[in-house]
């Protein structure tokens, strides 16, 4: 709809659609396009007052190495401890914007979920990754799903191999 009061496209940060987001939620692993997904989420918190959350989610070992693995014969613990490095590291770095983070076991999609609903986000920013082959099959598309099952606005940020 155009009219008095409406802009084409998107308002700069700061602009009345930011405003809209009070808590923002950031699934992150590590890899570059969740360090693009959450710089991004960083400049939307930042220009809005919005609380910046961030989820680190490991797979449990049934679903890395199949349903036959257990916690009793695969311990997740230092895969746990690799994520919580990786995401102190990342959240260091942020600056100007209120940010709450933890790390959880669990299917990815269904526990970025879970924790939007308990944090009461209203926006779900994932970075976009290329699956192929039996990674796909076997993982699916993490943003994807969320797009597919979240009550709340989703962001997917493409990473840009320019940087």
Do not use: Q
């Not at 997904?37 to 679903?63: D, F, N, T, Y």
């Not at 990754?129 to 993982?139: M, P, Q, S, T, Y």
């Not at 943003?143 to 840009?160: A, C, E, Q, R, T």
Request: charged letters at 20%.
């Amino acid at each position: 709809m155009v009219g008095p009061g409406f802009n084409v496209g998107a308002p700069p940060l700061g602009g009345r659609w930011c405003a809209l987001y009070k808590r923002i939620l950031v699934g992150f692993d590590g890899s570059p396009e969740s360090l693009e997904a959450l710089r991004r989420a960083s400049e939307l918190a930042s220009a809005s007052g919005a609380e910046l959350h961030v989820i680190a989610v490991v797979p449990p070992p049934s679903v890395i190495l199949g349903p036959l693995m257990t916690p009793e014969t695969f311990d997740v613990r230092p895969l746990v401890e690799a994520a919580r490095g990786a995401l102190e590291r990342a959240v260091g770095e942020l600056e100007g914007v209120s940010v709450h983070w933890e790390v959880r076991v669990g299917e990815p999609a269904s526990t970025i979920l879970d924790y939007a609903e308990e944090a009461g986000v209203d926006l779900i920013v994932l970075g976009r990754r290329r699956l192929r082959g039996v990674e796909r099959i076997a993982l699916g598309s993490v943003s994807s799903k969320v797009v597919s099952h979240s009550p709340v606005d989703v962001l997917v940020v493409k990473h840009s191999p320019e940087g």
